[in-house]
């Protein structure tokens, strides 16, 4: 009953931008600290950014003055802007959602920068 879906991957140019769109249903969506995941070809997960309830931000350092985590508790959603992108942003790009034992993933959405 708990779904998270990804949306908005792309093939795109180095230096563009791109907007990935996570839709939750199944759970109390302002209880979880929301995140982004990513995962390169022949690399393990990795985070990308986090979202508490009530809006604070959080980076890897590989992404930060580039991306941006933002959630609406009102339409259940939490999208990643992603602007300035490099080759090696490529990977599929996971949603998660996490309160306390509870631990969610979408299917991911891929992203792949290259010219």
């Known amino acids: 009953q708990v779904q998270l879906v990804e949306s908005g991957g792309a093939l795109v140019q180095p230096g563009g931008s791109l907007r990935l769109s996570c839709a939750a249903a199944?759970?109390?969506?302002?209880?979880?600290?929301m995140g982004w995941y990513r995962q390169a070809p022949g690399k393990r997960r990795e985070l990308v950014a986090t979202?508490?309830?009530?809006?604070?931000?959080t980076y890897a350092d590989s992404v930060k003055g580039r991306f941006t985590i933002s959630r609406d508790n009102n339409k259940n959603t939490v999208t990643l802007q992603m602007n300035s992108l490099k080759p090696e942003d490529t990977a599929v790009y996971f949603c998660?959602?996490?309160?306390?034992?509870?631990?969610?993933w979408g299917q991911g959405t891929r992203v792949t920068v290259s010219s």
């Open positions: 199944g759970i109390s969506f302002s209880w979880y600290v």
């Open positions: 979202i508490f309830g009530a809006g604070a931000p």
């Open positions: 998660n959602g996490k309160w306390a034992q509870n631990n969610y």
